[in-house]
């Protein structure tokens, strides 16, 4: 049994409310995000239940969660197309997950290769959260009956570990849970950071100057940062697999994703270019536009907490309308006494 089906396919997604959201998350899922709010029914989620499997300072992750929903309204996520509410604000997220954690084999969690890359480093400090985060992230999913789920690659391992998890609860206790399907971006999924471009852009090093470029940067510190962007010894400016080449790949992308321009027309528009200096130039100039407008929005929503908050709450509503009804429903299927 599922949700009455949704006249368009289903999405839903979320990202942390940790570190600063840089132009690598923009363009990388929160683009693709705004983009199809008209063809398709979003959900999309501030995850702050999966934030604290490592120790976050309770204070900043009050002001992040808020600053992160400030930046994807400014980014434009529209309340009236989409759900945007905060993980812990829809308790059916605990609820669920902790039933599915109940069906999932030990073993299918300790294979996953992001916890298996962080407790090899810190074996005695990794929380028993981080090891059940991909169940806590299969609930997420599995509870709005998604069609789609928009992911990095880093992240397919998780949602084949959903799609696990939703057949083998389908299996014990009768079909409850729709499978997903990935939705991964074919371009520009990994926007590289510009003091390394060998290295995704990350919210973890954001604090070093000039690695990423954050939505919230001014124009000095854009221009700063795309000054400073690693190239290479050449001066074609060209799309190219040589990985000496990884440098001017990313520039090229961040100006492709922002104008909205084809691989022909980008490199089109820099044949006459004299050297990288003309590139990095013109990238600057088009991030600068780009981002002009979402950070005077955020200014605006952030210096207003009591508009913010309403507009969570009514995400939070059009989740709960999902979400409740389905973890009844799971309950229900395990077996439990569910009063009225």
Not at 232 to 253: C, W, Y
Request: aromatic residues 6%.
């Amino acid at each position: 049994m599922t949700a009455t089906p949704s006249p368009r396919p289903r999405v839903l997604s979320g990202i942390q409310p940790s570190g600063h959201m840089h132009l690598g998350n923009y363009l990388g899922a929160v683009q693709k995000w705004v983009e199809v709010q008209d063809e398709k029914e979003c959900f999309y989620c501030i995850v702050d239940l999966h934030a604290i499997t490592v120790f976050q300072d309770p204070k900043e992750l009050l002001e992040q969660t808020r600053g992160v929903a400030a930046l994807l309204l400014a980014c434009g996520i529209d309340p009236a197309k989409s759900a945007l509410f905060v993980q812990s604000h829809v308790r059916a997220h605990a609820e669920g997950s902790w039933v599915l954690n109940c069906v999932t084999p030990l073993g299918w969690l300790e294979r996953m290769t992001q916890f298996k890359s962080k407790a090899d480093k810190e074996k005695q400090r990794t929380s028993a959260g981080l090891l059940t985060y991909p169940v806590l992230q299969a609930a997420d999913i599995l509870l709005y009956d998604a069609d789609e789920v928009p992911v990095g690659e880093d992240q397919r391992q998780h949602l084949e570990l959903t799609r696990d998890i939703a057949q083998r609860f389908n299996h014990l206790y009768g079909e409850t849970f729709k499978l997903p399907k990935p939705l991964i971006r074919e371009f520009g999924a990994r926007i590289m950071g510009l003091d390394d471009p060998t290295a995704k852009m990350s919210k973890g090093s954001s604090g070093t100057r000039g690695h990423c470029i954050r939505l919230t940067d001014s124009e000095d510190e854009i221009r700063y940062a795309l000054k400073r962007a690693v190239t290479d010894s050449g001066r074609e400016i060209q799309f190219s697999d040589d990985p000496e080449k990884a440098g001017v790949n990313n520039l090229l992308t961040l100006y492709k994703l922002l104008t909205h321009k084809s691989r022909e027309e980008t490199e089109a528009d820099f044949s006459d270019a004299r050297g990288y200096g003309d590139l990095k130039k013109a990238v600057a100039d088009v991030v600068v536009e780009a981002l002009r407008p979402i950070r005077e929005e955020y200014d605006r929503l952030i210096s207003d907490p009591a508009e913010l908050d309403r507009l969570l709450a009514i995400g939070a509503d059009k989740a709960r309308a999902l979400a409740e009804p389905k973890v009844r429903l799971v309950k229900e299927r395990v077996g439990f006494f569910v009063p009225g």
